[in-house]
């Protein structure tokens, strides 16, 4: 079959900052659709938000979408516009699956993948092209007349087995993100969390189970991306890429051993750090130059009500560790919780100034759908638009404050974490000199505002 998988356009900050990398979850079903004997493009609508024409979905015989939260109303628009055309159309990603009754009511979409689409994608194709019973077929969501049927989960995919992903179906050189000036492409070493965060969807989309790649596979990815297409920056996307410190160490030491010139960086875990120094100086002599550490907040309570595992004590301890090894933090923050005022939001702010990581990112709390949150909150939500799911924007009405009030706090976070002192200030105007995740279009937009 011709297959068409598209990515939606990008929206909120991400189409402000023109922040682009390549769809990596398209990529990986494109690479086993190819393998099973289909013919596959895919069309990146971050590149190209009016880029798909009608001929593009005419010549295909099946249209796969893929959709978070924020963008199913654009997915649903290519939906509506593949089903005019006469084509089925398959959707997938969280958004979907866990709002599949709202998906399918549209009435453009005819089967959701849940979860990994790898193995289920062709069984699905297989099944349609037989005329097989897809009752019988794990891991979709489907309608029956009125009714909308949903099989039994697939199993989950040996991540090991799995073909690399289909790079050479898009042109990885369009893509925007960098870090110290060089072109970053993502990579995924491993998939399923067994944290159990209760903003984060993660664990309910791939499961509790970590499945990891073997540090092999990691390096022969990464050979393929250092010889063929020429890449010096790595972002590695996992959840959580240090959650087997052993793994990282001889990864990293692959990565010398090969004489990769390559800059990285990677999310982590405050915990994660603190307890092994020896694999931080083993990824700062590999190249890893910036880590993502979700530092959330000041007060050790909402920690374990957002079902984190770290403790604020051990933050500071974290952040030294990586600074003392060359490698950049970039800590992330979340205000708004349930329980919180807004004294302990100040502190927060707070926190992230004494902290002084080299960037800050801060959120407001947000339920999405397929989160222990979402279904905590649901009673509370009073937006609908799912564009405004964008950790901008408070969607359920707080008990203590107000939606403007909160509003104002985001401003104010960043307003004090970058007016810290006149060396933050200087780095503010030259961060997109040193490195770069797009953070320096926000940072730039940050200092208009206020400087």
């Known amino acids: 079959m011709r297959v068409l998988l598209v990515n939606p356009p990008s929206t909120g900050v991400f189409t402000t900052i023109g922040l682009t990398m390549p769809p990596m979850g398209l990529l990986y079903i494109a690479a086993s659709l190819e393998q099973a004997g289909h013919n596959v493009r895919v069309r990146d609508l971050q590149l190209e938000p ?97 009714r909308v049927v949903e099989t039994p989960p697939a199993s989950p995919p040996d991540v090991e087995l799995l073909p690399l992903p289909a790079r050479h179906l898009i042109d990885l050189h369009r893509y925007t993100a960098t870090m110290n000036g060089v072109p970053l492409t993502p990579v995924v070493t491993s998939r399923g969390c067994p944290g159990g965060c209760s903003f984060c969807s993660s664990a309910n989309f791939f499961g509790r189970g970590w499945r990891s790649r073997s540090p092999e596979s990691v390096l022969a990815e990464l050979d ?90 051990e933050a500071a301890a974290a952040v030294d560790l990586l600074k003392e090894n060359g490698i950049e933090v970039f800590g992330s923050y979340i205000i708004g919780h349930l329980n919180e005022q807004r004294r302990d939001i100040e502190r927060t702010i707070d926190m992230a100034v004494r902290l002084d990581t080299d960037v800050a990112q801060f959120s407001i709390l947000t339920p999405y759908p397929g989160t222990v949150l979402y279904d905590q909150l649901k009673e509370r939500i009073f937006i609908r638009r799912w564009k405004f799911y964008d950790g901008l924007h408070l969607v359920f009405r707080h008990p203590h404050i107000n939606r403007h009030l909160l509003q104002v706090l985001l401003l104010k976070a960043y307003f004090r974490f970058y007016r810290r002192s006149r060396r933050a200030k200087k780095e503010l105007r030259t961060y997109g000199r040193r490195q770069d995740l797009g953070v320096r279009k926000i940072l730039a937009c940050v200092y208009d505002l206020f400087f």
């Not at 010096?232 to 410190?245: E, H, K, Q, T």
């Not at 052993?246 to 960086?265: H, P, Q, S, T, Y």
């Not at 931080?280 to 374990?304: C, F, P």
């Open 50 to 146: 009016d880029g798909l024409a009608d001929n593009d979905m005419a010549e295909a015989d099946v249209v796969g979408i893929t959709s978070d939260t924020t963008r199913i109303e654009k997915a649903l628009r290519i939906a509506r516009r593949a089903s005019a055309l006469g084509k089925p159309v398959v959707m997938g990603g969280p958004h979907p699956q866990f709002m599949a009754a709202e998906v399918l009511g549209a009435g453009h979409v005819q089967y959701i993948i849940k979860g990994e689409a790898e193995l289920t994608f062709p069984r699905l194709l297989e099944t349609v092209a037989a005329g097989g019973n897809l009752a019988a077929t794990a891991g979709l969501i489907f309608r029956d007349g009125a």
């Open 224 to 313: 393929e991306l250092y010889h063929r297409y020429g890449c010096r920056g790595i972002a590695f996307v996992d959840d959580n890429f240090s959650l087997d410190p052993e793994r990282v160490i001889k990864i990293a030491a692959g990565i010398r051993e090969r004489g990769f010139d390559l800059n990285w960086w990677n999310f982590s875990r405050v915990d994660t750090i603190v307890r092994n120094p020896e694999m931080v100086r083993a990824m700062a002599a590999a190249g890893s130059k910036t880590v993502y550490l979700g530092i959330e907040s000041a007060a050790d309570e909402v920690l374990q009500e957002l079902g984190k595992k770290g403790r604020t004590t």
